[in-house]
């Protein structure tokens, strides 16, 4: 069986430090819980900026707005595929760069213009570009 790792990341509320995680609501706030596995021991007693304890877990505070899943896909030098990342399809001549998107009624991933199912074409196909939160500019010229 092909078990995917399924993390978020998001903007911290205050300070918009990129954090990643698990996704957890309390009382209509959004929060980041650290993956088990990222969690750094050293640092629980510290409170401050984003960071907020939930019994022994720290998490951080986030903007909702933020939040993007990771695709479980990596591009040809083994960089992360996220929600909203902006990408060249090396293996597409007529649109080479598209930006990644998570399509809630089919719960799949697509790439923007050609409603293709997200990773048909080998990873190594895929380079990463950007985050469209950070740079919209590497896409805007192309209808989007």
């Known amino acids: 069986m092909d078990i995917k790792l399924i993390k978020y990341r998001a903007n911290g509320f205050f300070t918009n430090k990129l954090v990643e995680g698990s996704v957890l609501y309390l009382m209509g706030t959004a929060y980041i819980i650290p993956l088990i596995q990222d969690i750094d021991l050293s640092v629980l007693g510290r409170v401050g900026d984003d960071r907020v304890f939930f019994g022994k877990i ?4 986030i903007k909702e707005d933020t939040i993007r899943r990771f695709t479980g896909k990596y591009d040809r030098n083994g ?11 090396h293996s597409k001549r007529n649109l080479p760069i598209e930006r990644v998107r998570f399509y809630k009624d ?3 991933w697509s790439w923007d213009y050609t409603m ?3 990773g048909e074409s080998s990873e190594d196909c895929y380079e990463l570009l950007g985050s469209y939160d950070v740079n919209p500019e590497l896409i805007d010229g192309l209808g989007n």
């Open 106 to 108: 089919t719960g799949g």
């Open 79 to 89: 960089k992360e595929l996220w929600e909203n990342d902006i990408y060249r399809n």
């Open 116 to 118: 293709t199912e997200f």
């Open 58 to 61: 720290m998490s951080y505070r």
